[in-house]
């Protein structure tokens, strides 16, 4: 089965204004078999959406193909009104800093501060020399980057080094340099894969405050059960590159999910 999403109201009780993302029939093979196949769904603005599927189903390619870091064989993709495949490289750059992504890995510059680090999020909207930030941020950058971190409660790390921090707070640097960004639609790949229980938990509360907060579309892959029925209003699951599943959370019990989270893929990469 691949049905489309379904317009309807988020966890917060609002009705979304509409759709920001469309995928349609999208394909994606790296030379091989279909890891993709006819992928077709859409997220509507204000919405948190969980992309759940074994290891191997595909669901990190299809994160990857919203934003081109790989392009996929077939199929459309429609963002914040943008043609995604259609963007040269220099639309596909400007269209890259409406989209905030947190990824599993922080990627922090780990021996400079936390604030330096957040200050990275702000190049995408600014001009001049990319290393500018290091010495001259503007005040009234260095302040909004202050309140980043103070968004995801490290303002006292500001000037701490990351490589001193724990993960979990390591994690929460890189959702303050997103924020700094200022996105539109925030993408997580398994963004509390690599903490533990409760920091994972943390940093998922986190995302879905700040999302829910500025009315921001969330859409996560998720590889925990507790936490895709706890932060999410809406699942899709996949399966074999397909969509076999698309329910309002409210709707879904974990017997219906587990299948997705229980057995990997065979051949899976």
Not at 47 to 70: D, F, Q, Y
Not at 160 to 170: P, T, Y
Not at 241 to 250: F, H, R, S
Request: charged content about 20%; glycine content about 10%; some cysteine.
């Amino acid at each position: 089965m691949n049905v489309p999403l379904t317009k309807g109201s988020s966890a917060t009780g609002s009705t979304p204004v509409g759709p920001v993302l469309h995928v349609t029939d999208l394909m994606k093979s790296y030379g091989g078999p279909l890891i993709l196949q006819g992928v077709t769904f859409a997220a509507y603005a204000g919405v948190s959406l969980a992309v759940i599927g074994a290891n191997g189903s595909g669901k990190s390619t299809l994160l990857k193909c919203l934003i081109r870091l790989t392009d996929p064989s077939a199929g459309r993709i429609q963002m914040l009104g943008q043609d995604v495949g259609a963007l040269n490289p220099r639309d596909l750059r400007k269209f890259r800093s409406r989209i905030g992504v947190v990824w599993q890995k922080h990627n922090l510059v780990p021996r400079i501060s936390a604030l330096s680090n957040v200050l990275h999020g702000v190049q995408s909207r600014m001009s001049g020399p990319r290393s500018w930030w290091q010495w001259a941020a503007p005040e009234a950058v260095r302040a909004e980057a202050v309140a980043c971190l103070a968004r995801v409660g490290l303002a006292d790390k500001a000037l701490q080094r990351v490589d001193s921090l724990s993960g979990g707070q390591q994690q929460r640097v890189a959702i303050a340099r997103m924020l700094m960004q200022r996105p539109e639609i925030v993408l997580a790949d398994e963004p509390d894969a690599s903490l533990d229980p409760q920091s994972g938990e943390d940093v998922m509360r986190l995302l879905s405050d700040l999302a829910r907060q500025d009315g921001l579309t969330l859409i996560v892959i998720s590889h925990r059960l507790e936490h895709t029925m706890e932060f999410s209003d809406r699942i899709i699951g996949l399966a074999g590159g397909q969509i076999t599943l698309d329910v309002a959370t409210a709707q879904a019990d974990a017997t219906q999910l587990r299948r997705f989270f229980d057995k990997p893929v065979e051949g899976a990469t």
